[in-house]
């Protein structure tokens, strides 16, 4: 695949951005977008991502760096299927909601729950405003950790971040 070069420029008002992609050597076109255009593309470009991991397994996030949100806005219910639908405001992607089982809300419950009989910790530090930007939080968690953490309380030296392995599915096609 050929190297492409990509850059974004957000305009000084904040009400627009302007994206270049094209080849590293050769010309490419500035293409302005206003929030909702911007928006579109970034939902289109994850439904392609989306398409092109259909059927794959998806990786633990186990060992895996990932971009956090800071105390962002939220919304859970009871959902359609057998479960809870959780919703979160991401600064990045805007709104993205979850389906999630009956059985992974109780083991998710079960973490939050053994969390919250933790000693607290000093939060000075911490964003006091809904949605603060993003930093990059690691999700090592061994699988000895994993398998001690089961069926009792984690200690703060045990950590039991994890989630199950997952097949990701989708339509068998898509317009994009």
């Known amino acids: 695949m050929a190297q492409a070069r990509v850059g974004v420029r957000v305009a000084d008002d904040r009400k627009s951005v302007t994206i270049e992609i ?56 009871v959902a359609q299927i057998d479960g809870s639908l959780l919703a979160f ?24 729950s053994a969390h919250l009989a933790l000693p607290t910790f000093n939060q000075s530090n911490q964003a006091e405003t809904r949605g603060s930007p993003l930093r990059t939080v690691d999700l090592s968690v061994t699988k000895a950790d994993r398998n001690q953490s089961r069926g009792r309380l984690p200690t703060p030296s045990a950590a039991v971040y994890w989630v199950r392995d997952v097949l990701v599915s989708g339509p068998a096609s898509a317009s994009l």
Do not use: C
């Open 89 to 112: 405001e991401h600064p990045s992607y805007g709104p993205v909601a979850f389906a999630i089982p009956r059985s992974d809300v109780a083991e998710i419950v079960r973490i939050l």
């Open 22 to 77: 094209g080849p590293v050597e050769g010309p490419s076109s500035p293409v302005e977008l206003d929030l909702e255009q911007l928006t579109k593309v970034i939902n289109l470009l994850g439904k392609a991502r989306g398409f092109m991991l259909d059927g794959s397994r998806v990786e633990p996030l186990d060992g895996k760096t990932v971009e956090t949100v800071g105390n962002p806005v939220w919304y859970a219910q």
